[in-house]
């Protein structure tokens, strides 16, 4: 994807504008469903470094992996609890949409997020 491309969280801007400063680190997210919204496009973007950074260490594996068969085609975000500038945790739920060959699929999760050294951290979810 190109910087000028839309980002893949689904929020109408671009790439380079949205998720990608988080990616790079050039700042972090203010919410949890920035974070959130970020994960999901690091996942279509295929950066597994980002997953594993901003997975909590608490409970972050060892590696993460991005399956590159698999296409994401779109994020719908059901509800968020909490997770707000000044918070210290959120729950994000959610929908991503993808495709892997001709079969399509949808991921729903309920994500918790928390924060730790200012920053926002995926820490679990339930997948439903």
């Known amino acids: 994807m190109r910087h000028d491309d839309l980002c893949p969280c689904g929020s109408g801007a671009q790439l380079g ?15 949890a469903e920035q974070l959130m919204r970020s994960r999901y496009s ?10 594993w950074r901003t997975w909590h260490p608490r409970t972050r594996p060892e590696s993460v992996a ?14 968020c609890v909490d997770g707000d500038p ?9 929908r991503a949409h993808h495709r892997e060959g001709r079969r399509t699929g949808t991921l729903h999760e309920l994500s918790r997020f928390a924060v ?9 979810g339930d997948v439903s």
Not at 42 to 51: K, T
Not at 66 to 79: K, N, Y
Not at 89 to 94: A, D, S, T, Y
């Open 17 to 31: 504008r949205c998720c990608l400063p988080l990616h790079t680190g050039e700042r972090q997210a203010e919410t």
């Open 42 to 51: 690091a996942y279509a973007v295929g950066d597994a470094d980002y997953l």
């Open 66 to 79: 991005v399956d590159p068969d698999i296409v994401w085609t779109g994020l719908e975000i059901v509800r």
């Open 86 to 94: 000044g918070d210290e945790q959120g729950e994000v739920e959610f």
């Open 116 to 124: 730790r050294a200012r920053q926002w951290f995926y820490v679990d």
